[in-house]
């Protein structure tokens, strides 16, 4: 079993900036890709960022060239980082793992990011 558990989010005002941290714990023997989801009011939850276990990254377009994800494997954390915050950025932010060799799927609770004036 594998817990997530977020840190990080919190209001910020446009083109401001905020990192989101993630760490795993319980136990664990290799984690797979690493990701950050979120999910706005009325909407379905989409696939903000993702990073595999040898550091290959892939966006959603509508955050690239603003968002940066990277993790470290030593320390089974992953991290967000935000920059240019936008209004539409808004919504619970969800970080995910995946655990070889079942490929098991793993979600923390959430951290809220407010983008607002």
């Known amino acids: 079993q594998v817990q997530l558990v977020e840190s990080g989010g919190g209001l910020v005002q446009p083109g401001g900036s905020l990192r989101l941290s993630c760490v795993a714990s319980?136990?664990?023997?290799?984690?797979?890709?690493m990701a950050w989801y979120r999910q706005a009011p009325g909407k379905q939850r989409e696939q903000v960022a993702r990073?595999?276990?040898?550091?290959?990254?892939n966006y959603a377009d509508s955050v690239k060239g603003r968002f940066t994800i990277s993790r470290d494997n030593s320390k089974n954390r992953v991290w967000l980082q935000m920059n240019g915050l936008k209004p539409e950025d808004t919504a619970v932010y969800y970080c995910?793992?995946?655990?070889?060799?079942?490929?098991?799927?793993?979600w923390g609770q959430g951290t809220q990011v407010t983008v607002s004036s």
């Open positions: 990073i595999t276990s040898s550091g290959v990254t």
């Open positions: 319980g136990h664990i023997f290799e984690i797979g890709a």
């Open positions: 995910y793992a995946n655990t070889p060799p079942t490929w098991r799927d793993y």
